[in-house]
């Protein structure tokens, strides 16, 4: 980055400040001694094999932090809650792996969450970062505490999908983070539902929403806010930097990652209509871990992909396509399987019907927007926005 600072300042936390000469008189009180203990860093430990932190539940993460839970952990570390002594609240601290990579990548995204909180006004449902520091080889960077995200939320529900007029508010919040970005000149480049989290982890308990046996009707849980906030922006690159040839999880990969077309801004928007879908079916869209079924998907939902697309695939791509323009589909399926599970796919008008009665039309023509092949004709994220979808009297 551009204006990155070569050296930063390190908090030195494990060395101890040097204590004024007591003198005998001088008494210290029993509860200063325990209290002083119950502030202090606990001992030094080997990190794990894969370069997590160790810790013990109620230790101190630096004096001011205390450890409550582990929240989450991922390539990336572990994301501890913590108490703060100092401000008196609760965090969610992300603790990087001591390893060269993923503390490069952290610093990073420390210089993208600084440049976005610099520019918020309070409107961008982008997840705010308090502060940051290095202790013990690991970058700690702390955040405001959130509640589940919106995968943890559909999973605990037995993926039972969100309705639609939820499922527009969200949509509404995540298109607005991400115009902000844009706006700033970044690309997320990994938006998925396990990266956004709501804001509240109160939700309310809704029976009989499905029959599951003649006896037996299953509940459906609803957040009890639908206020979101965006987070991980360990991936996030400036529209200017070079940019690395595969992005994004491989369910929210646009179809120009996969050719090897480059990408730019509207890689986050295909992502977003990805995500409107899955709120909204409970489902991913594109259940797939190989590049080939992937695209035999976007067939099946969307029609053939375009001649000019294909033409332009890179080297790595052209195995995908036969006598050039035709997708090699299903000769060139790995499995039976893999032909049954695109199969399945219904056209996307088709998909939304199955789950939307409301708005479906107008949702339908958000998602085709969203979901275009071609880069340049997919809907921008301020245009969206602006769609009828968001207007609550579309039929």
């Known amino acids: 980055m551009e204006n990155r600072t070569k050296k930063r300042p390190r908090s030195a936390w494990d060395i101890t400040p040097a204590q004024p000469q007591v003198k005998r008189a001088e008494v210290v009180s029993s509860n200063e001694v325990i ?68 503390r490069n990548a952290a610093m990073i995204e420390v210089d993208v969450l600084q440049h976005l909180a610099k520019n918020d006004k309070g409107d961008s449902h982008c997840v705010q970062i308090r502060s940051w520091f290095d202790y013990r080889n690991h970058i700690c960077i702390v955040f405001e505490k959130l509640g589940p995200s919106l995968f ?14 939820l499922v527009r508010e969200f949509g509404r919040q995540l298109l607005e983070s991400v115009a902000y970005m844009h706006d700033l000149r970044l ?16 939700y309310v308990r809704l029976p009989g929403y499905k029959k599951v046996s003649s006896d037996e009707m299953l509940s459906r849980c609803l957040p009890k806010s639908s206020a979101i906030k965006l987070i991980d922006f360990g991936s996030a690159a400036f529209d200017n930097q070079n940019h690395s ?57 969307f029609g053939p992909l375009p001649e000019h697309m294909i033409r332009r695939a890179d080297k790595g791509a052209e195995k995908y396509f036969r006598r050039g323009l ?5 000769e060139g399926a790995v499995s039976r399987e893999s032909i049954r599970a695109v199969n399945k796919l219904d056209r996307l008008k088709d998909l939304v019907s199955q789950h939307v009665e409301s708005s479906r039309f107008s949702f339908t023509d958000l998602l085709h927007g969203l979901l275009m092949y071609e880069p340049s004709e997919r809907l921008t994220a301020r245009q969206a926005l602006n769609h009828p979808f968001f207007n609550n009297l579309t039929s």
């Open 245 to 301: 040839s595969i992005v994004s999880t491989r369910h929210y990969r646009a179809p120009e990652v996969i050719l090897g077309l480059g990408w730019s801004y509207p890689c986050d928007l295909w992502s977003v209509g990805c995500i409107l879908v899955e709120l909204c079916s409970g489902e991913a869209l594109f259940q797939t871990h190989e590049n080939l079924e992937h695209l035999a998907m976007m067939e099946r939902v």
């Open 326 to 330: 035709r997708l090699n589909w299903p």
């Open 35 to 102: 209290s002083r203990r119950r502030q202090a860093s606990p001992p030094r430990r080997d990190d794990d094999r894969e370069g997590h932190y160790v810790f013990n539940l109620g230790e101190n993460l630096t004096p001011r932090y205390k450890i409550l839970s582990k929240m989450g952990e991922g390539t990336f570390g572990r994301v501890l809650e913590c108490w703060d002594r100092q401000t008196r609240e609760y965090v969610a601290i992300k603790v990087v792996r001591s390893i060269r990579k993923y």
């Open 187 to 202: 690309i997320h480049t990994d938006l998925k539902p396990e990266n956004i989290l709501l804001v509240s982890s109160d």
């Open 152 to 165: 943890d939320f559909l999973k605990r529900n037995k993926y039972c999908p969100f309705p639609v007029d």
